[in-house]
């Protein structure tokens, strides 16, 4: 089955360490992007990326960073210089662009919690 | 400010009720997404808008584009207890990037 897996589902770190959420699709999607939902918000993009080996910052990039060294692959490392890291991070996907080709597909979340 | 409000911010209803959730936006409408989510868990795609008037349905849900008010609307025919949710907004930015309501709580009463 085709779909976009994150993991861990549930993840708990102590302050000033960093940490790295996975994210992985099989639907070879060109596009992969990084969200962060915290309560009664909507989604914020943090980093999205259009290409293998290529990435840009998204509205609240600082304390985070990425990679995309494979296509099938957007890891999410959220450093210790992120203030307030404890939210739900939602990973998507995009085919290409063009009528439904635009439509960003999300994975089922990993919630993140600073102790 | 925020470029798409969406309201109500949350909603009640029962079984068999119809409903329908707003949302308006600050910029032109092109490219307008919908998406349900269930607590902690991830969006899933509903359905797209591209231009003013149109309109898409599937099963119970329907939504339109109303291009000179800067509006979608969803509406939930005859709401079951599988409708409830959050029902998000997203609206096509630059770079094929979304921008998100808010979204609205949805709980539906046996």
């Known amino acids: 089955d085709g779909g976009i897996t994150q993991s861990p589902k549930y993840l708990f770190r102590k302050e000033g360490q960093n940490v790295t959420l996975s994210c992985e699709q099989n639907l070879n999607h060109d596009a992969m992007y990084w969200y962060r939902q915290d309560p009664g918000q909507g989604l914020r993009l943090i980093y999205y990326?259009?290409?293998?080996?290529?990435?840009q910052k998204g509205d609240i990039a600082e304390g985070y960073s990425v990679s995309r060294e494979k296509k099938e692959s957007f890891p999410l490392t959220v450093t210790s210089a992120q203030k307030n890291p404890t939210a739900f991070y939602l990973c998507?996907?995009?085919?290409?662009?063009?009528?439904?080709?635009?439509?960003?597909?999300f994975g089922p979340g990993t919630r993140l919690t600073v102790l | 400010s925020q470029e798409l409000e969406q309201s109500p911010q949350s909603l009640i209803v029962q079984e068999g009720k119809n409903l329908t959730i707003n949302c308006t936006s600050s910029k032109t409408l092109y490219g307008l997404y919908w998406y349900k989510q269930k607590y902690g868990e991830g969006l899933i795609f509903l359905m797209m808008l591209q231009k003013g008037g149109e309109e898409k349905s599937h099963e119970k849900i329907t939504a339109k584009l109303d291009e000179k008010k800067q509006q979608s609307s969803l509406h939930i025919t005859a709401s079951q207890p599988s409708h409830a949710g959050i029902y998000l907004c997203g609206l096509r930015a630059g770079s094929y990037q979304l921008t998100f309501g808010k979204g609205t709580k949805l709980s539906v009463i046996p």
């Open positions: 998507a996907s995009r085919s290409g662009t063009g009528g439904n080709l635009d439509t960003q597909y």
């Open positions: 990326s259009q290409i293998v080996n290529d990435f």
